[in-house]
């Protein structure tokens, strides 16, 4: 089994930065999707990028588009996302996921995701 381990969140002021890390222990080869997703108080889980380990192209969310970035360190098992411009609609809990699939996409939420991390919090103040 895979497991997932999330670090990097924070409390920062809007306009800040943060950098999500997300390491793969059991497992990390080509045909993994991994995301990141979060999930605010009193709201539904939300998918935030995802990336598919064996290449092509990354897929976000609209609200995040231009200011956050995915991507993988291959060797080092480990996952990023980069987050830039941070808007206190940002204020979430932030989790690491990964399935088995060519289909790579947040559009579900996650409900087709299989391996989950801790999650981590980040918090952004205006």
């Known amino acids: 089994a895979i497991q997932l381990v999330e670090s990097g969140g924070g409390s920062v002021q809007a306009g800040e930065s943060l950098r999500l890390s997300c390491v793969g222990s059991g497992y990390y080869g080509d045909h993994n999707c991994m995301g990141w997703f979060r999930q605010a108080p009193g709201k539904e889980r939300e998918g935030v990028a995802t990336l598919y380990t064996g290449g092509g192209s990354p897929w976000y969310a609209d609200p995040i588009k231009g200011r956050f970035t995915i991507s993988q360190d291959y060797d080092a098992n480990t996952v990023y996302l980069q987050m830039n411009n941070l808007k206190p609609e940002d204020t979430a809990v932030y989790y690491c996921?990964?399935?088995?699939?060519?289909?790579?996409?947040?559009?579900?939420?996650?409900?087709?995701?299989?391996?989950w991390g801790q999650g981590t919090q980040v918090t952004v103040s205006s």
């Open positions: 996921a990964a399935h088995r699939s060519t289909y790579c996409s947040g559009r579900r939420g996650g409900s087709d995701f299989d391996y």
